[in-house]
């Protein structure tokens, strides 16, 4: 008979929301000057003047979400006896990515129990709904846009930072804004009027080191975990494993090790069972990526694959034309001219599944070396996942070794070691 596993005794986690990106722990390591210069933006409102603006900027899993959060907890406690009423709100741009969604959004938060449609209004008129509220009720506003750099429009901006030119009323409105992007080159883009009114602030936060990242996992892991469960190497092996100093793919490693410890009897985490994580966020990683890639796209990709594999990673673009096309054509497609070919390219190089680095610019045009950045037959089995793609397995033996059993390494607490096991499909 089957063991629930909301029955089974879990020997591992004890709270496993500390290793979640959504965890807000007390202490952050190694951003004290991070959090310094968020508390400059916001310190001008214990002296009733206005927040300031900026641009936060760095790859993912630098802190820099959590480290605004954690300002702005802070702000929201030290004001709470203050004669005050700020108002925090945050916006995914991924989500809100128009000056009317934004405008709405602010609306909703700081009036939730207004009767406002969410659209059919003009943008000027939902201004003038916001700014009546902010000055009305007195509002401080911060508003922090994470995903900045995917807005539509960046108006909302000059919007948000000139009240005083758009209200209705004599009353002063504080107004700060925190954009957050993992593009650092986003400020080049904006217009100049708008970036004055914005202004030029721009925070940059660097990755973090080993050391940092292993006391890091040292701070989640009494929270996270019973005691003696994370063995000696364990913390080390994670952090080594984190791409470019990234705090959260170290911890979503460490949660994984920890899973997999439990999901197979053991009283321990050992550095076994982060080799197996880190393969496994990895590959939970790229099948996610992978399958939302446009067909085409993926027939580029696939070719640059085989194309790696015959030319021993030195593939130039005409070799993965080549392979395209045949590829194309095999499963009826329209077959794309070669500066569209470039295009899906350059958006796999752009997301980090390849690299297409520029080798000699020539008259007839550009000749990049294309390689691969991820292990080829993880890629291959997350590219079959796509159906309409089998038929290329009959094209090539290479695509064919992609529908072979896997194997991985599973801990047998019997032999107290690591035995090689086939996965079924």
């Known amino acids: 008979m089957r063991e629930s596993r909301l029955t089974k005794k879990d020997n591992i986690f004890i709270n496993r929301f500390a290793l979640s990106i959504n965890y807000i722990p007390e202490q952050l390591i190694g951003r004290d000057d991070e959090i310094d210069e ?4 916001v310190e001008p409102i214990l002296s009733n003047s206005e927040p300031k603006n900026a641009l936060v900027t760095g790859l993912t899993g630098v802190g820099k979400t959590v480290v605004i959060e954690h300002v702005m907890s802070t702000l929201l406690d030290v004001t709470k006896d203050f004669d005050l009423n700020i108002k925090i709100v945050n ?3 991924k989500q809100d990515n128009t000056d009317n969604r934004i405008i709405v959004h602010i609306i909703n938060d700081i009036d939730p129990n207004n009767n406002i449609p969410k659209q059919g209004l003009s943008k000027s008129q939902y201004l003038d709904y916001m700014w009546e509220i902010l000055s009305k009720e007195r509002i401080i506003l911060i508003a922090i846009l994470d995903e900045i750099h995917v807005l539509k429009s960046t108006d909302i901006l000059y919007h948000l930072s000139r009240p005083s030119q758009f209200k209705k009323s004599d009353n002063y409105i504080f107004i700060g804004i925190i954009g957050i992007s993992n593009d650092i080159s986003f400020l080049d883009n904006i217009e100049s009027s708008i970036l004055s009114s914005f202004g030029e602030r721009h925070l940059i ?3 973090y080191r080993e050391e940092q990242l292993v006391e890091i996992l040292k701070n989640r892991v009494p929270i996270a975990f019973k005691e003696g469960v994370v063995m000696d ?5 994670c952090a080594k494993y984190s791409d470019h100093g990234d705090a959260r793919t170290a911890l979503e490693i460490l949660d994984a090790a920890g899973e997999m410890a439990k999901n197979e009897n053991c009283d321990t985490i050992q550095p076994g069972h982060v080799k197996m994580a880190y393969n496994k966020v990895n590959t939970d990683a790229l099948f996610k990526l992978v399958k939302e890639l446009p067909i085409q796209t993926k027939i580029v990709l696939i070719s640059t694959l085989i194309a790696n594999k015959i030319h021993f990673n030195n593939t130039t673009t005409g070799d993965v034309e ?3 096309k045949v590829y194309a054509e095999h499963l009826g497609i329209e077959i794309l001219t070669r500066t569209s070919i470039s ?8 997301i980090g599944v390849i690299d297409a680095s520029i080798a000699t610019k020539k008259r007839m045009g550009i000749t990049r070396i294309i390689t691969i950045n991820f292990d080829s037959e993880e890629l291959g089995r997350a590219l079959f996942q796509d159906f309409r793609l089998s038929p290329l397995a009959l094209q090539s033996s290479i695509l064919k070794n992609f529908a072979k059993p896997k194997t991985k390494m599973l801990w047998d607490k019997d032999q107290c070691r690591f035995v090689e096991c086939v996965i079924e499909n």
Do not use: A, R
């Open 91 to 93: 916006i995914n741009c």
């Open 322 to 324: 080549n392979q395209y």
């Open 343 to 350: 295009k899906h390219i350059t958006k796999l190089d752009t």
């Open 38 to 41: 968020i508390e400059s933006l």
């Open 205 to 207: 936060f660097s990755p």
């Open 233 to 237: 190497g364990v913390l080390e092996l």
